[in-house]
C-alpha cells in the first residue's frame, strides 16, 4: 500500500509548476543519524513498483516495498514526511570521524 496525502499533492503540484513532471522515487537511505526515508526526481528502473497519484509517478523499488508497506508521503509545515513500516535507527553517528552531527 502507498497512499499521498492531499497537502502533499498539493506541495509537489506546486514544485511541478515550475519543472517539467518527473517520476519521484521514495527510497531508504543512510544519513548521518541513522536511516532515513527519503524522496528523488529519478529515472523508472526494471526492479520499480510504480504508484500512480493524481499527475505524479512514485518509484519504489520493488524489494524495498516488500519491507515498509504501508508507505504514506505527508507534507506538515516546512516538509516532507515519508512514514513506513520500517522502525528507522535514529540518534547520531560520527559519520566514520570524531565529530557528531549532534554538536
Not at 23 to 44: N, W
Not at 71 to 98: A, P, Q
Given at each position: 500500500?502507498?497512499?499521498?496525502?492531499?497537502?502533499?499533492?498539493?506541495q509537489?503540484?506546486?514544485?511541478?509548476?515550475?519543472?517539467?513532471?518527473?517520476?519521484?522515487?521514495?527510497?531508504?537511505?543512510?544519513?548521518c543519524?541513522?536511516?532515513?526515508i527519503?524522496?528523488?526526481?529519478?529515472?523508472?528502473?526494471?526492479?520499480?513498483m510504480?504508484?500512480?497519484?493524481?499527475?505524479f509517478?512514485?518509484?519504489?523499488?520493488?524489494?524495498?516495498l516488500?519491507?515498509?508497506?504501508?508507505i504514506?508521503?505527508?507534507?506538515?509545515?516546512?516538509?516532507?514526511?515519508?512514514?513506513?513500516?520500517?522502525?528507522?535507527?535514529?540518534?547520531?553517528?560520527g559519520?566514520?570521524?570524531?565529530?557528531?552531527c549532534?554538536?
Amino acid at each position: 500500500m502507498f497512499t499521498v496525502s492531499e497537502e502533499a499533492q498539493k506541495q509537489i503540484a506546486e514544485y511541478f509548476k515550475a519543472n517539467e513532471i518527473k517520476p519521484i522515487r521514495v527510497f531508504l537511505h543512510q544519513g548521518c543519524g541513522g536511516d532515513q526515508i527519503g524522496m528523488v526526481i529519478d529515472e523508472k528502473k526494471d526492479a520499480d513498483m510504480v504508484f500512480k497519484v493524481a499527475a505524479f509517478e512514485f518509484l519504489v523499488e520493488r524489494e524495498f516495498l516488500k519491507k515498509a508497506q504501508p508507505i504514506s508521503v505527508d507534507f506538515k509545515g516546512e516538509g516532507f514526511r515519508v512514514t513506513s513500516n520500517i522502525e528507522l535507527g535514529g540518534g547520531c553517528e560520527g559519520c566514520g570521524s570524531t565529530s557528531s552531527c549532534c554538536s
